[in-house]
């Protein structure tokens, strides 16, 4: 009987072909598997600090000398010679109310409520008996009106029963009284008692810091720079030159240098020119 090769199973024969191949092992790699690193970040560099070789050092604004003071202020005495408050009084009385209401408010808008005020309550006395509310009614139209309302009659109330009705003439009995601090007393000691005080308002501390007449960060060191700086003959007017010089040419935001008599001896070193006139156009044009 013959066998046919293609029924004999090839492991019977011990053939090396019958051995079952084997299964590869994975190919691993020695190199680590984990994500590349992320590049660290350098701090950047902080500048070098100024140093006196690459830097100047800032110079600090000088006072004016005395002869520079005396020359300022006699030209403000020539730009302002009928100086005087703006606010309308007739007495002692009157112009310290006229103060205290015109904080915070221009004299303008004082003026406006002070005529009828005073006509009801010329008097300390007439002001109590005229009352907070009615007092009110009559000045509503500046700011603060209610406190200073409030204040008006207190004040008014601590004359008649303190000083029998009358203004004290010191600064120290002054500030006693309701709504009176120490510039509203340095007004009335200056204006109405002739005493030589400097009450430094916004425009007075401008202009001294400004021109270098008297430098200070606060109003009292303007204050304590100017009496000790000024001419004892030229405090008691200079408060009106300088509050007019700083309300109407000095100001805030743009000074108006090319029309101050006083630009010479000023130290201010940014002086505001004079503006240009554009030319008028001709025919032609």
């Known amino acids: 009987m013959r066998i046919s090769m293609d029924a004999i199973r090839p492991d019977a024969l011990h053939c090396p072909m019958a051995k079952k191949p084997t299964t590869a092992a994975p190919v691993t790699s020695d190199k680590p598997t984990d994500k590349p690193r992320a590049k660290k970040r350098t701090a950047a560099k902080k500048p070098a600090p100024a140093t006196p070789g690459n830097k100047p050092a800032a110079i600090a604004p000088r006072d004016m000398t005395p002869q520079e003071i005396y020359s300022f202020l006699t030209d403000l005495s ?61 000045i509503r139209t500046i700011g603060l009106w209610r406190n200073k309302a409030k204040n008006v009659v207190e004040l008014s109330r601590q004359l008649v029963e303190d000083h029998r009705g009358e203004v004290p003439g010191t600064r120290e009995e002054l500030e006693k009284l309701a709504g009176v601090g120490r510039k509203t007393a340095n007004v009335v000691l200056n204006v109405a008692f002739h005493k030589p005080t400097v009450p430094v308002d916004t425009h007075v501390f401008r202009l001294a810091n400004r021109s270098g007449l008297g430098r200070g960060k606060t109003v009292e060191a303007v204050e304590k720079a100017l009496e000790a700086r000024i001419p004892l003959e030229m405090i008691q007017p200079s408060h009106h030159w300088m509050i007019l010089q700083g309300r109407y040419v000095c100001k805030a935001r743009k000074p108006e240098c090319w029309r101050c008599n006083a630009k010479n001896p000023c130290l201010f070193p940014d002086k505001t020119p004079a503006p240009r006139v554009k030319a008028p156009k001709t025919l032609a044009e």
């Open 78 to 138: 020539q730009a302002w010679p009928d100086a005087k408050t703006e606010l309308l009084y007739t007495t002692p009385f009157t112009l310290l109310v006229a103060v205290v209401l015109s904080a915070q408010a221009t004299d303008a808008s004082v003026n406006r409520v002070t005529p009828a005020l005073f006509d009801a309550a010329p008097t300390p006395a007439a002001m109590v008996e005229l009352g907070e509310e009615e007092v009110g009614k009559l």
